[in-house]
């Protein structure tokens, strides 16, 4: 293996999402990353474009043959490890892109994942194993309070907080750094917010109201959802993943039946169930055996199309089941819906910026697995499996 990881030539990843869009960016890189790229690049200016300062831009095509394909900038750098690194820019959308990467793979470069892509990165600038694991997560954020938080973690918050640690292995840091799990699990994994109840309640309705654009179908016939759509929205900083889903106790035909049935799986799964009633109507017994059913359940009642009336008698619902009366046509009432919903969610709020937090698996085991050995007094295991943490991927 060289430094930048490669056992056999230069390997070209397309670093863009193959879809449509402006730009599309493919790094080919390891030794002989240039030379591969000049066999298809045909810089404006004239030089050996290669055997100029790494870092500078260089405009012009590259071509196939006598056939230009795209209209390209190069920029060519070493990485800091000293290896050989080419970034294409090309135009966006999937041909260009895709054709420069056939190009590059029948000039011999492998194709590299983007995963594998950011591993080699990461040992290219020498990050160690916490600090990859925010780097492979930051893509995927969902919130701007979880990109921020990856962000602190990739720039060493968590890192310096366990080599520290190491330094002085003690039980009421590592149990402060546990403790700090729970928010960075809420940051990265949705928590799942079903909306169940009655045909025609105007489960949809609060759906898009919450999402904050029309999403779903809305119709005054009943059964309109026949399956369920969910969208990730942030409440609070944390993602949320809210579910939509057919109206419960309906029986039309066997379409709808799957529908009722995909409804109650959704709602055994969900962390949170919103139950939703329509309160301008009396509660229907089913609604109120519902009700009673979410005991012990992260859950709320919601007391829809407010603005026809209260007419509903909510006394049979449970008393301890927190419910919020609202409109989700006009909107009222729904910041009362949502704060409910934020106070099932983590607490620790603000997040103070640079922090450490505890937001893969692997390392809240690590950390519990130090925990242990300092209770059973093996300060020096402690210490083994605190740096362990850190240590590089690739050395481990
Ligand atoms: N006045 C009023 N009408 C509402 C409100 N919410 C929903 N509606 C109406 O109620 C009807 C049903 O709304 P949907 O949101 O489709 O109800 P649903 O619960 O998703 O129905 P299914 O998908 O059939 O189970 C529509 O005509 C909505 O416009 C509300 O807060 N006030
Ligand atoms: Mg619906």
Redesign the pocket.
Same mark, same amino acid.
């Given at each position: 293996m060289t430094a930048n990881g490669t056992s056999s030539g230069p390997a070209a990843c397309l670093l863009t999402p193959a879809a449509s869009g402006g730009i599309a960016v493919i790094e080919v890189r390891g030794t002989g990353a240039a030379a591969l790229v000049s066999r298809f690049f045909r810089p404006r200016r004239k030089g050996d474009w290669t055997a100029d300062t790494p870092g500078h831009l260089y405009y012009g095509h590259i071509v196939d043959g006598g056939e230009r394909i795209d209209e390209v900038i190069v920029r060519h750098r070493s990485s800091r490890m000293g290896g050989e690194a080419v970034e294409v820019n090309c135009h966006g959308g999937v041909v260009a892109a895709g054709e420069i990467m056939r190009l590059f793979e029948q000039g011999g470069a492998r194709e590299m994942s983007a995963e594998a892509f950011v591993r080699e990165a990461s040992r290219d600038m020498g990050l160690d194993a916490v600090r990859t694991e925010a780097l492979e997560r930051l893509p995927s954020a969902q919130t701007k309070l979880a990109a921020r938080m990856l962000c602190d973690q990739l720039n060493g918050a968590l890192s310096q907080a366990v080599a520290r640690l190491a330094e002085n292995p003690n039980r009421s840091t590592v149990n402060d750094l546990l403790r700090s799990a729970e928010f960075g699990r809420a940051l990265l994994e949705p928590r799942c917010v079903a909306?169940l109840?009655?045909?025609?309640?105007?489960? =949809? &309705?609060?759906?898009?109201a919450l999402v904050g654009h029309h999403r779903?179908?809305?119709?005054?016939?009943?059964?309109?959802?026949?399956d369920y759509v969910d969208e990730t929205i942030a409440l609070g900083g944390y993602p949320v993943e809210l579910i939509?889903?057919?109206?419960?106790w309906?029986t039309d035909g066997p379409v709808e039946a799957r529908g009722v049935e995909a409804a109650r799986e959704v709602g055994r799964r969900a962390g949170i169930v919103v139950l939703?009633l329509?309160g301008?109507r009396s509660l229907l017994p089913d609604e109120v055996r519902a009700a009673h059913e979410l005991a012990d359940r992260d859950a709320i009642a919601v007391l829809?199309?407010?603005?026809?009336g209260s007419k509903a008698d909510p006394a049979p619902l449970p008393a301890d089941l927190p419910r919020c009366t609202?409109?989700? =046509? &006009?909107g009222e009432g729904l910041k009362e819906l949502e704060a409910e919903i934020r106070r099932l969610l983590p607490q620790p709020d603000p997040y103070p910026p640079g922090s450490p937090v505890v937001f893969t698996g692997r390392q809240y085991s690590g950390l519990d697995r130090a925990a242990k050995l300092l209770e059973a007094g093996q300060t020096d295991s402690a210490r083994d499996m605190l740096l362990g943490l850190l240590r590089p991927p690739s050395e481990s």
């Amino acid at each position: 293996m060289t430094a930048n990881g490669t056992s056999s030539g230069p390997a070209a990843c397309l670093l863009t999402p193959a879809a449509s869009g402006g730009i599309a960016v493919i790094e080919v890189r390891g030794t002989g990353a240039a030379a591969l790229v000049s066999r298809f690049f045909r810089p404006r200016r004239k030089g050996d474009w290669t055997a100029d300062t790494p870092g500078h831009l260089y405009y012009g095509h590259i071509v196939d043959g006598g056939e230009r394909i795209d209209e390209v900038i190069v920029r060519h750098r070493s990485s800091r490890m000293g290896g050989e690194a080419v970034e294409v820019n090309c135009h966006g959308g999937v041909v260009a892109a895709g054709e420069i990467m056939r190009l590059f793979e029948q000039g011999g470069a492998r194709e590299m994942s983007a995963e594998a892509f950011v591993r080699e990165a990461s040992r290219d600038m020498g990050l160690d194993a916490v600090r990859t694991e925010a780097l492979e997560r930051l893509p995927s954020a969902q919130t701007k309070l979880a990109a921020r938080m990856l962000c602190d973690q990739l720039n060493g918050a968590l890192s310096q907080a366990v080599a520290r640690l190491a330094e002085n292995p003690n039980r009421s840091t590592v149990n402060d750094l546990l403790r700090s799990a729970e928010f960075g699990r809420a940051l990265l994994e949705p928590r799942c917010v079903a909306l169940l109840g009655r045909p025609n309640v105007g489960k =949809s &309705t609060l759906f898009n109201a919450l999402v904050g654009h029309h999403r779903t179908i809305v119709s005054a016939t009943p059964g309109t959802t026949r399956d369920y759509v969910d969208e990730t929205i942030a409440l609070g900083g944390y993602p949320v993943e809210l579910i939509d889903t057919a109206g419960l106790w309906q029986t039309d035909g066997p379409v709808e039946a799957r529908g009722v049935e995909a409804a109650r799986e959704v709602g055994r799964r969900a962390g949170i169930v919103v139950l939703v009633l329509d309160g301008s109507r009396s509660l229907l017994p089913d609604e109120v055996r519902a009700a009673h059913e979410l005991a012990d359940r992260d859950a709320i009642a919601v007391l829809n199309k407010a603005d026809l009336g209260s007419k509903a008698d909510p006394a049979p619902l449970p008393a301890d089941l927190p419910r919020c009366t609202l409109s989700a =046509s &006009t909107g009222e009432g729904l910041k009362e819906l949502e704060a409910e919903i934020r106070r099932l969610l983590p607490q620790p709020d603000p997040y103070p910026p640079g922090s450490p937090v505890v937001f893969t698996g692997r390392q809240y085991s690590g950390l519990d697995r130090a925990a242990k050995l300092l209770e059973a007094g093996q300060t020096d295991s402690a210490r083994d499996m605190l740096l362990g943490l850190l240590r590089p991927p690739s050395e481990s």
